[in-house]
């Protein structure tokens, strides 16, 4: 086996198998998961969830600060991710939205730094922005939501609410949770619970090799990997477990011979970005097919090197949305496609704009207090049908899909990335399966 090297976050080990106590014996929480998802359609059937549907805010503007890599190795990640806030923003807003409000989404490169994002948090506020969105790195979103909710107890009158659309270390929302954080995409122990839950049902694989990325979310990854997986499918073997350093341009050929040396009948990944696309292509040149369970093959670029594999190369991708989406995102996603050449990834950005303008609607008012008290245990419908803004922690409960990498194979599935391939749903895991309960101890103003 090939070892690990050390985690340097030692509080990740304490803490994790209090995440994956066996379901079975939480019958009470999942039976208030059932009522609470059976409330939440019943409220949108009735048309509940709108507070308002004459405009109430119409004419006002609400701007919103984008807080993500725009240079360096995770830029073209950021450039998507920022592109598809602002065109979100742009398609509901004004009389598209039940508000009326105008939103407006602008960029602050943060060069993947927390220090940096500081700096731009603040130069955010200064510029009058009440509004922050986040979402790439864990250790950025931890000193945003620590100086956000510094920064609202000692200047009220300026308060700011912070929106996380993808950093997914579930302390954010445990021991680090606070008022002013509201996350918006599933954590890692949802995720994880997907994962290995779908994989867990496949009798054939007995070995799996890990690689991630060597900061806390690839670590994260690993530990609850093994944790759950031990509690689902005990006879599975962790053959492989590497961690690498992030966005330094690592060469993965050394790790593909492990990989290959191992045994190892499946790949498990939380990389992202241009670590998973050097770790396709890698894999490709040394011809090694092995499938890949990830949560981020959609993510831009990623697409293009699975499609060099003539589809050898069987991937999973564990993720709240896949290529095909229905309803109302169907309809942007393509317009997305054809304004900016590139696919829509970021599908947060439509469910952030929309309880944000809900909220708005609701209060009568675009002010961050009112507004973050709204979202608080709010129920509105995502891109994907009804969910809920758990008011313990602010974690957004939704479920997840397992997809599956596949050629094309109906007129209305849409390619990735132009391919001729698409990521296909092969399995929906709702919210009462992956969630679990909290251990925040919320603090409200």
């Known amino acids: 086996m090939t070892k690990s090297q050390p985690f340097s976050h030692p509080q990740v080990k304490q803490t994790a198998k209090s995440y994956f106590e066996p379901y079975a014996a939480r019958p009470l929480w999942r039976s208030r998961l059932a009522a609470l998802w059976s409330s939440a359609l019943a409220l949108l059937a009735s048309g509940g969830a709108l507070a ?23 830029a073209d990640i950021g450039r998507n991710s920022l592109r598809s806030w602002q065109f979100m923003a742009e398609h509901k807003s004004g009389a598209d939205n039940p508000a009326g409000v105008r939103f407006v989404v602008a960029g602050f490169d943060n060069k993947g730094s927390p220090q940096e994002s500081l700096n731009a948090l603040k130069a955010a506020i200064d510029q009058g922005f009440r509004y922050i969105v986040q979402g790439n790195g864990s250790g950025v979103a931890a000193a945003l939501t620590n100086a956000i909710a510094r920064h609202n107890l000692r200047d009220p ?72 997986m031990a509690l689902q499918r005990p006879d599975i073997q962790i053959v492989g477990d590497v961690l690498h350093p992030p966005f330094q341009g690592h060469d993965f050929r050394a790790d593909v011979r492990n990989i290959q040396a191992s045994g190892a009948q499946a790949l498990a990944t939380g990389n992202w970005g241009a670590d998973l696309r050097d770790l396709v292509k890698a894999l490709h040149a040394q011809g090694v097919y092995l499938p890949i369970y990830a949560y981020y093959p959609a993510l831009k670029g990623v697409p293009e090197a699975l499609a060099e594999t003539g589809g050898r190369m069987p991937v999973y991708q564990v993720a709240y949305n896949h290529s095909n989406q229905e309803g109302p995102i169907h309809a942007l996603a393509t317009a997305f496609r054809k304004r900016h050449g590139e696919d829509l990834t970021i599908y947060a950005s439509f469910d952030g704009i929309e309880m944000l303008s809900h909220a708005m609607a609701h209060v009568g008012s675009t002010d961050p207090a009112r507004v973050a008290g709204r979202l608080s245990g709010m129920i509105f419908k995502g891109f994907n049908g009804p969910v809920h803004m758990r008011a313990d922690d602010h974690q957004l409960l939704k479920g997840l899909y397992v997809s599956r990498w596949q050629k094309v194979g109906a007129p209305h599935e849409r390619s990735a990335e132009g391919t001729g391939y698409t990521f296909a749903p092969v399995q929906f895991m709702d919210a009462s399966r992956i969630s679990v309960p909290t251990r925040c101890q919320m603090q409200r103003p």
């Open 157 to 228: 009158d300026r308060s700011v609410v912070y929106i996380n659309y993808a950093a997914m270390d579930p302390e954010l929302t445990n021991e680090k949770c606070n008022f002013w954080h509201f996350r918006i995409d599933a954590d890692t122990t949802m995720k994880i619970r997907a994962m290995t839950g779908f994989m867990a049902e496949q009798p054939e694989l007995r070995r799996v090799f890990l690689l991630n990325q060597n900061y806390a979310h690839g670590q994260q990854f690993s530990l609850f990997f093994r944790e759950t």
């Open 52 to 74: 308002a549907t004459h405009l109430p805010l119409q004419g006002q503007t609400v701007r919103i600060a984008f807080i993500d890599p725009l240079s360096g190795p995770a």
